[in-house]
T-cell receptor, first 115, second 114 residues
Framework: DADVTQTPRNRITKTGKRIMLECSQTKGHDRMYWYRQDPGLGLRLIYYSFDVKDINKGEISDGYSVSRQAQAKFSLSLESAIPNQTALYFC??????????????FGEGSRLTVL | AQSVTQLDSHVSVSEGTPVLLRCNYSSSYSPSLFWYVQHPNKGLQLLLKYTSAATLVKGINGFEAEFKKSETSFHLTKPSAHMSDAAEYFCVVTGSNTGNQFYFGTGTSLTVIP
């Protein structure tokens, strides 16, 4: 099984619908991230969480919200989806403290299409 | 402020020839730098990382990169391209020693011609 699991892997929805993307990890990492990937723009940070009680906005948080339900789970929500939120979304984790390696561990992505 | 510039959005090489993917960074702190690879329909995987130790860093699958502070560069190289190297490559810099933020380049798509 993958260390970082994202569900759903693919989703097509309509404008105005509420969408939740879920991420779970078995690496035991405190830090979790949500990124968005668009062609030619690389990955842009939406939200990040350093532990269950610490959630921070990234550079493109407008239109998104998150929930850190447990150390292992970090969900991304689009309250009212719009077409320009069509993108590939990645969840990632990283270690911290004495075990920090600087490496991000990625899920395989959730492709969202908003019609 | 931290940022990364990948100088080529697309690189094409013939199988068996050298690969050079260029990355320049801007960082207010001593940076940690990474190269990640993304194969089609997959997540990103770490190729190699520089964290203030040896300036020439070796990674997986024969890739290596050299940290050059005077040139603020961290170019990725491989002596001989293989078909399986065709992928998207991202250069990444961290903003501080604790790695609070990761800043991604816009990516370089590598095509390997048989």
């Amino acid at each position: 099984d993958a260390d970082v699991t994202q569900t759903p892997r693919n989703r097509i929805t309509k404008t105005g619908k509420r969408i939740m993307l879920e991420c779970s990890q078995t690496k035991g990492h405190d830090r979790m991230y949500w990124y968005r990937q668009d062609p030619g723009l690389g990955l842009r940070l939406i939200y990040y969480s350093f532990d269950v009680k610490d959630i921070n906005k990234g550079e493109i948080s407008d239109g998104y919200s998150v929930s850190r339900q447990a150390q292992a789970k970090f969900s991304l929500s689009l309250e009212s989806a719009i077409p320009n939120q069509t993108a590939l979304y990645f969840c990632a984790t990283s270690s911290t403290g004495t075990s920090f390696t600087g490496e991000l561990f990625f899920g395989e992505g959730s492709r969202l299409t908003v019609l | 402020a931290q940022s990364v510039t990948q100088l080529d959005s697309h690189v094409s090489v013939s199988e068996g020839t050298p690969v050079l993917l260029r990355c320049n960074y801007s960082s207010s702190y001593s940076p940690s730098l990474f190269w990640y690879v993304q194969h089609p329909n997959k997540g990103l995987q770490l190729l190699l990382k520089y964290t203030s130790a040896a300036t020439l860093v070796k990674g997986i699958n024969g890739f290596e990169a050299e940290f050059k502070k005077s040139e603020t560069s961290f170019h990725l190289t491989k002596p001989s391209a293989h078909m399986s190297d065709a992928a998207e490559y991202f250069c990444v810099v961290t903003g501080s020693n604790t790695g609070n933020q990761f800043y991604f380049g816009t990516g370089t798509s590598l095509t390997v011609i048989p």
